[in-house]
């Protein structure tokens, strides 16, 4: 993945993670559709958290923000595009 920032290695896990986000921009997509679209089945939330919270760090030079959004789920935020943050 590339960006402003430069380059960026994902593992298979994140990129899945952040194509199911990215299939959604800006909006509250849930734990339970996430683990479902990166796992192939209900998970592990604990797993879903540890595996937004490394992507985030990934992708923060490409100008990507994972927002967590209590209660509800995870956005995609795309720095300077109607961002929230």
Do not use: H, N
Request: glycine share 12%; hydrophobic share 45%.
């Amino acid at each position: 993945m590339t960006g402003p920032g430069g380059a960026v290695q994902l593992s298979d896990l994140q990129f899945a993670l952040v194509a199911s986000l990215a299939r959604r921009p800006g909006v509250v997509c849930p734990p339970t559709v996430l683990m479902r679209e990166v796992w192939g089945e209900a998970g592990d939330r604990r797993r879903l958290e540890v595996l937004a919270s490394r992507l985030r760090s990934r992708v923060a030079p490409v100008g990507l923000f994972i927002a967590s959004v209590p209660k509800r789920g995870y956005r995609l935020e795309v720095a300077g595009v109607g961002s929230q943050r």
